[in-house]
């Protein structure tokens, strides 16, 4: 704090330099959990399981691991597709019948937590870890 | 009265606080029931007040104590390796913080605050292998601050008003 020195008069005692020092700690806590929690964010590990869910509701399961294609078929008679492919432990939508063809221009996913997402069609593609199940823990 | 028997009695009368704020605390609605284990740490009041006027050691046995008869009371064998966890990386670190004497008696709290919650997801993070307690500890350590702040400036009037012997 060299660019400080010299002010410690005593229109501005100790306790107020202590009182900036605090404010400097708080700042510097909260950005460093940030920083931390980005990069545990990014760095977040690989998935195994591919949800989809349709209207908030689970539709299906699959491992991240096996390859297919699977058919999300939704809304009245069925006319609504997202067609999912899941290939070489990743999953994404090839092509849909929606609007705005935003789940099929979605990059490739396989990072838990990842997702697509089909507004139009209401469905939810995310990846999950199947040996996780969201610790409920009181400390 | 003789100094020692004083001391005795002033740490036997500190303890039960703490124990009382801890019983307090658990009667208290919880805040944000989302995020289980978001809490004030009411007996952080008083560990600090004792750490400043007392020093560390009569800080580390009132803690000590009150952990042990809390979990004894309230919790189970988890609970008290949780308290000890966050309890032993908090005190340690206010109590370094408070030798620095670069901090008011509110930064070393919120230190004390974070770092009790950092001691508690680390013990959870080895019990449970999981590293996806990370995301909570960006929240716990946002609270923490926040009630660091709170429990700095009740432990600094304490210690200004306080007077005794």
Known sequence: MEHEKGIDTPATPNKKRKLRNDLILIGG???????????IWLFRGEGDLVVVEVNGKTWGTYS?????????????????????IIKDGKAYVETATCPDGICAAHKPISRQGESIVCLPHKVVITVKRSDTNAPDIVV | MKKGTQKLALLGLFTAIAMVLAYVEVLLPPLFSAVPGIKLGLPN????????????????LVSLVRMVAVSLLFGNPMTFAYSLAGGALSLAAMALLRKLDFFSIIGVSVAGG????????????????????????????????IAGIFIGLCGGLAVKRVKWG
């Open chain 2, 114 to 145: 974070v770092l009790h919650n950092v001691g508690q997801i680390l013990l959870a993070m080895f019990v449970l292998r999981t590293a996806e307690l990370g995301y909570y500890l960006i929240v716990l350590s946002i609270t923490g601050t």
């Open chain 2, 45 to 60: 009041i008083i560990i600090i007040f004792v750490l400043y006027r007392m020093g560390v050691k009569e800080a580390a």
């Open chain 1, 29 to 39: 806590v909260l950005v460093i959990f940030v920083l931390i929690g980005l990069a």
């Open chain 1, 64 to 84: 991240l691991f096996v390859d297919r294609t699977v058919e999300i078929r939704t809304g009245e008679d069925e006319q609504e597709l997202n067609l999912l």
